[in-house]
């Protein structure tokens, strides 16, 4: 824990020496969907690699760059790219660049992700709003020490997905004419997408689609009393559910074709806050 909170602190520092820009909702953008980033007028911009403490984003699709930008009137910081258990860092490690925004400020979180879809009602291209997850992987963002800055040592889940958040998004969805589907998001480790029968049993647990990401960086903002809400491109079917093959490529193209959708969506988010 000790080398984890030197490390928030030495981005944290970093970035201050850099900027007194103080951001209110963080916006972190999953694979293929960081385009949205790119129509922003920045304030300023890091590349992960150059913030001190910072993981290094190797996956596919994450361009690793946070964006300090205002827009609708609201301060924020958008994620270029997050960071998975699957490319070796601890579930600690992933949060670190969450977590250094909350310590500059960040009360609110927009997390968007590539799931595949369970529910046989998904289909490639649908948004699905995540009403709750369930974490497969046995590993938890608070093991260890409490990091008492943060938040408490045991934060309640039962209002990690804001039901305001939610709300909004719905809203927004309906202003825009974009169909919102809601349910369950699966966690799993990866990076091998997963088995016919770990569908099967995903599917009889409760999940409605399945991911790499996401759970750690809500857990964490559980845990600082962020207000969190998350939107999940179903960008294929997941295994078993279709009898195609699953490529990361076909994760990036769905990215692609809704981005303008997500992009309406974070707007319309943005404003409705």
């Known amino acids: 824990m000790e ?25 972190i953008l999953g694979s293929g969907l960081g385009g949205y980033a790119d129509s922003l007028q920045t304030i300023c911009r890091f590349d992960y690699k150059d913030i001190p403490g910072f993981p290094v984003s190797t996956a596919i699709g994450h361009a690793g760059r946070l964006i300090f930008a205002e827009h609708f009137g609201k301060r924020i910081a958008v994620f270029q ?53 369930i974490n497969f992987s046995g590993l938890n963002v608070l093991r260890g020490p409490n990091m008492e800055d943060f938040g408490t040592r045991f934060p309640d889940m039962s209002f990690a997905y804001s039901k305001r958040l939610i709300n909004v998004l719905e809203k927004a969805g309906e202003k825009n004419n974009i169909l919102l589907k809601k349910g369950v998001y699966g966690y ?45 491109c179903i960008s ?27 992009a309406r969506l974070i707007d319309g988010f943005l404003e409705g806050l």
């Not at 030197?6 to 103080?22: L, V």
């Not at 860092?89 to 595949?116: D, H």
Request: charged share 20%; with cysteine.
């Open 3 to 27: 080398d984890t909170i030197k490390r928030i602190h030495e981005a944290y520092n970093a970035i201050r020496r850099q900027t007194d820009f103080t951001p209110e909702v963080a916006v």
């Open 81 to 133: 790219g997050r960071f998975h258990c699957y490319e070796g860092y601890s579930p600690a490690e992933t949060v670190i660049p969450l977590r250094t925004v909350i310590r500059l400020g960040v009360k609110t979180a927009l997390f968007t992700n590539a799931t595949g879809g369970i529910n046989q009602s998904f289909d490639p291209g649908d948004l699905m709003l995540v009403s709750d997850h």
């Open 188 to 232: 799993m480790v990866g990076p091998s997408f997963e088995t016919p029968a770990e569908i099967r049993a995903l599917s009889h647990l409760g999940a409605d689609a399945v991911g790499m990401s996401t759970v750690h960086e809500v857990v964490a903002s559980a845990h600082a009393g962020v207000e969190t809400a998350v939107i999940s």
């Open 236 to 262: 294929n079917l997941a295994a078993g559910v279709s009898s195609q093959a699953i490529t990361h490529e076909e994760v990036l193209e769905a990215g692609r074709k809704v981005a303008h959708k997500i």
